[in-house]
Structure formats: C-alpha cells, structure tokens
C-alpha cells in the first residue's frame, strides 16, 4: 500500500478491509481464522507498537531515535554516551537526560535509524 493512501485511509477502516479478506480467503476453517487474520495484519505492515519503561531503554536506543513521552511531547535522542548520557530534545529546547525523561510510564519509540532502508 502506498504511503499516501495509508495515510488518507482511516486505520479502523484499513483494519476492517485486512480482516474482512483474511475471512473470505481463511484456507482452515473458523478454528483457524484467528490466526489467520494476525498473519494478515502482520502482512501488511501492522505492528504493536514498541514501548520503552526506563532510563536504561532509553539510553540503549541509537543516536537519532524519536519516541513520544507520557506527555504526547515527541523527543529525538541528540547525543548519548556511557559518561555523558542520553540527551533528548524536543524542537530545540533544552535537552533532558533519559533520567529526566523517563517517569515510569511507558513511551512509544517512533523511530530508530534501524528502521531506514
């Protein structure tokens, strides 16, 4: 699917159209069709989101990395070193350290530069 449609398509709507094609095409019979349905989504590019709970996980991520705080508030990983730490910005303020940044909530990782290519 192009990346324009996806974006113009509603999610709960390209959802159904996945699930409704895992149905009419199920090859094993209703005991089968959950299964089949997940193989489905995955197929076509769904996937949990990847969450991080700790300071520690934050700074694992790479340099580049973007991930939204428990406040909605998106957050890219500029620097991160054994001695210095991780430091995360949001549109050019000042940056917080994984410690500051993580609160025990989890946060969503948007991107990582792994994902490129």
């Known amino acids: 699917m192009s990346e324009i449609r996806s974006q113009a398509t509603p999610a709960r709507d ?7 094609g895992a149905v009419l095409d199920n090859p094993g019979g209703i005991g089968t069709l959950p ?3 997940a193989e489905r989504i ?11 709970n700790s ?8 340099v580049n990395s973007v991930v ?8 890219t990983k500029r620097y991160g070193d054994s001695h210095m730490g991780a430091g ?6 000042s940056p917080l350290s994984s410690r ?7 946060m969503r990782v948007l991107f990582t530069p792994e994902d490129v290519g």
């Open 88 to 93: 995360w910005t949001n549109a050019g303020r």
């Open 42 to 52: 995955i197929a076509d590019g769904w996937l949990k989101p990847r969450t991080v």
């Open 68 to 75: 939204v705080d428990a406040s909605d508030t998106p957050r």
């Open 14 to 20: 390209e959802l159904v159209r996945i699930l409704a």
């Open 35 to 37: 299964q089949h349905a």
């Open 55 to 62: 300071a520690t996980e934050l700074d694992a991520l790479p």
């Open 100 to 106: 500051e940044l993580a609160d025990g909530r989890p």
